[in-house]
Nanobody, 126 residues
């Protein structure tokens, strides 16, 4: 069993930055590839980015490249999402998730993941 807990969301203005955290527990975190998704109001869940087990490889959705950075600290069992130059359209609930073992890279679909956090709300005002 894996438990994922996101934090760091909030209300910010356009152009601001936020760093989200996702703390994992329940198994050997350093074996797992991880991802971030988001779901805006009235929208489907959307892939944001993914990171491999060591942190050496990341993959981003095109619309996030250059503004978002995913990283991890295996000693702290935590992954991060640094979000810069935030826009109102970034408003969403952000979820971290663990990629299911055996799924090929990059894991961009929600069904590629088997454990999810409860999400953290990010609201960007214009």
């Amino acid at each position: 069993q894996v438990q994922l807990v996101e934090s760091g969301g909030g209300l910010v203005q356009a152009g601001d930055s936020l760093r989200l955290s996702c703390a994992a527990s329940g198994r050997t975190f350093s074996d797992d590839n991880m991802g971030w998704f988001r779901q805006g109001p009235g929208k489907e869940r959307e892939f944001v980015c993914a990171i491999n087990w060591s942190g050496s490889t990341t993959y981003y959705a095109d619309s996030m490249k250059g503004r978002f950075t995913m990283s991890r600290d295996n000693a702290k069992n935590t992954v991060y999402l640094q979000m810069n130059s935030l826009k109102p359209e970034d408003t969403a609930v952000y979820y971290c998730a663990r990629r299911t073992s055996g799924i090929q890279w990059p894991p961009v679909y929600a069904y590629d993941y088997d454990y999810w956090g409860q999400g953290t709300q990010v609201t960007v005002s214009s």
